[in-house]
């Protein structure tokens, strides 16, 4: 098969792809979002965060600067999903539904902090959260 026979298919999926992520786009649950509980475990202060299309529960949390941070990143979606704090330097690999993946960092800034999924045209759709560092 030559590659001009190939492009056409190409094409078709790709727009079947993007229609898909507008439709899951347009049926976001309007529920607010949920504040993360901390689980002590000695010095470090424990989230799990799951995430799904196209959202992160809780979407929000909050720690103190100079503290240990460890979060359990959990897919509960269908799609392939990551955990990044881009401005802290934190980020899991894209991984599959139904997947785990741990990070941990120290809070070493101040500030309000976006935590987003990566994957092309998530974020967009909603699928960001932020943590606080005071």
Do not use: W
């Not at 785990?100 to 974020?123: I, L, M, N």
């Amino acid at each position: 098969m030559k590659i001009y026979n190939i492009i056409p298919i190409i094409l078709l999926i790709g727009i079947i792809l993007v229609s898909g992520c507008a439709t899951q786009y347009g049926t976001q649950s309007t529920t607010p979002a949920k504040t993360a509980q901390t689980t002590s475990t000695g010095e470090v202060k424990e989230f799990t965060i799951e995430g799904s299309e196209f959202k992160y529960t809780p979407a929000s949390i909050t720690v103190s600067k100079g503290d240990s941070v460890k979060i359990i990143f959990k897919n509960v979606g269908t799609a392939g999903h990551n955990f990044v704090i881009g401005d802290l330097g934190v980020s899991t690999r894209v991984i599959s539904a139904g997947s785990t993946e741990t990070v941990e960092f120290t809070a070493d800034k101040s500030g309000t902090f976006a935590f987003y999924c990566s994957v092309p045209g998530h974020r967009s759709a909603g699928m960001e959260g932020q943590v606080k560092i005071s």
